[in-house]
């Protein structure tokens, strides 16, 4: 049986994070922590990261490993870190919704689009960061079939 994409275990609100890679190494380390990816998979992040930024606007930033961190992925999943207050991403680009991405083959593809979908809607972001519930965050994403 397969885990679900995202579980409350991997939703973490209201969190203060001081830099980037601060960031980064926090939304990798619920990955790791709810057994979707190996702990190298977070260096992968940071590399993928140095390559190119990961933010995408409205306040969100989907960091995820490089093309060669897929054998580090034991099982898709997804984390959503909260941080209100906002985080660094550089250009005066604050992130205050991370949602990290690890991606089995190619459902990656999959779980992009449906994240896109929930964060086409400016107020599913500010839902996100307001929100003091992870079911709330679970019910956004279910939404999305």
Do not use: W
Not at 131 to 137: G, V, Y
Request: a negative charge; glycine letters at 8%.
């Amino acid at each position: 049986m397969t885990k679900e994409v995202l579980s409350k275990e991997c939703i973490q609100l209201n969190k203060t994070l001081t830099s980037k890679e601060e960031a980064i190494r926090y939304s990798g380390t619920v990955l790791v922590n709810n057994g979707y990816v190996d702990a190298s998979y977070v260096d992968k992040m940071l590399e993928r990261e140095e390559l190119t930024s990961t933010f995408m606007g409205n306040h969100v930033a989907i960091p995820h490993g490089t093309e060669d961190a897929k054998n580090l992925v034991k099982e898709t999943g997804l984390s959503v870190v909260t941080v209100p207050n906002g985080v660094d991403f550089g250009d005066g680009n604050i992130v205050k919704v991370l949602i990290g991405i690890a991606g089995k083959g190619d459902e990656h593809l999959e779980v992009l689009s449906k994240i896109a979908i929930v964060l086409s809607d400016e107020e599913n972001i500010q839902k996100i960061v307001d929100t003091r519930s992870e079911e709330e965050i679970l019910g956004l994403f279910d939404e999305v079939n």
